[in-house]
């Protein structure tokens, strides 16, 4: 596969420096939330579909991240999972971008694998990612060009070769089974490789940052769903690739994320499963 040779635009050491720490301080907080609530009468009600949860948890977190971002950053607007986008976020140069909880459903049912995901973004993609996965105590932080850490200690995407045996992540969407799933699947099945459908975006793309999964394909979701784990794993080097099989850091219609010698071959499932 070749990769593009463009430039990601430099971003101040300063403001990087600042926005990993305070990233890393809400993520651990996050962390402690959720893993002394989860399951725990969390008070959920739904959105859009009777699946689409939403609890006390997720406001109160995402409302604890907009007060401690408008203190640290009061110039840079706020993008949200359950508060919306604060006037004009879009137009901005920098923007956060957070989902309080990734995985609502397991939390609510005390399934342990959810997540908190915050990045800030700018016009080239995720400047920091930081996802915090609370039931295994780990915390996933990058920065631009400072590469991805778990906890502190640099993570980088293994090398792989092929697919057979291992393992490649995807989610529902919407709840429902996407477009070309079941295809998806016999691909995968038929080049001996498993799939997991486990209920949270931001942990099945750092799965492939981690080396745990090769790659993880994502049909539908938010911004907010992904652009904290797409730092992280472009920052430990996967391939991030958009439905078109082009290369970029924060697809929105459609991403594969992939150890980068595999990344053709699982383009190949995906794009032969399109309807």
Not at 13 to 28: F, H, I, K, M, Y
Not at 224 to 232: E, H, Q
């Amino acid at each position: 596969m070749t990769l593009s040779s463009r430039t990601l635009r430099p971003v101040d050491p300063g403001l990087l420096s600042q926005a990993l720490e305070v990233a890393g301080r809400l993520a651990t907080d996050a962390t402690d939330v959720i893993t002394a609530t989860a399951g725990r009468g969390a008070r959920p009600t739904t959105k859009e579909s009777p699946f689409d949860w939403v609890t006390d948890t997720d406001r109160t977190l995402e409302r604890h991240t907009r007060r401690v971002l408008a203190t640290e950053f009061p110039d840079i607007p706020v993008v949200g999972e359950e508060y919306g986008d604060d006037a004009g976020a879009h137009g901005a140069e920098y923007r956060w971008v957070v989902d309080p909880v990734d995985g609502t459903a397991n939390y609510v049912a005390g399934i342990p694998w959810c997540s908190y995901s915050l990045a800030l973004v700018d016009g080239d993609g995720p400047v920091v990612g930081v996802v915090a996965d609370p039931y295994r105590g780990q915390i996933y932080t990058a920065g631009r060009g400072r590469g991805a850490r778990a906890n502190g200690t640099l993570v980088r995407v293994p090398a792989r070769t092929r697919t057979a045996g291992a393992i490649v992540c995807t989610e529902l969407s919407g709840g429902n089974a996407w477009p070309g799933l079941s295809r998806f699947l016999e691909s995968a099945a038929a080049a001996h490789t498993g799939t997991r459908v486990l209920g949270s975006s931001a942990l099945a793309v750092t799965q492939v940052a981690l080396g745990h999964a090769v790659a993880a394909v994502l049909h539908g979701y938010r911004e907010w769903d992904v652009a904290g784990a797409l730092g992280v794993a472009g920052e430990a080097g996967a391939v991030v690739l958009d439905r078109r099989g082009g290369e970029a850091t924060l697809p929105l219609d459609g991403l594969l994320v992939a150890a980068p010698d595999v990344a053709d071959e699982v383009l190949t499932w995906w794009s032969g499963c399109r309807e």
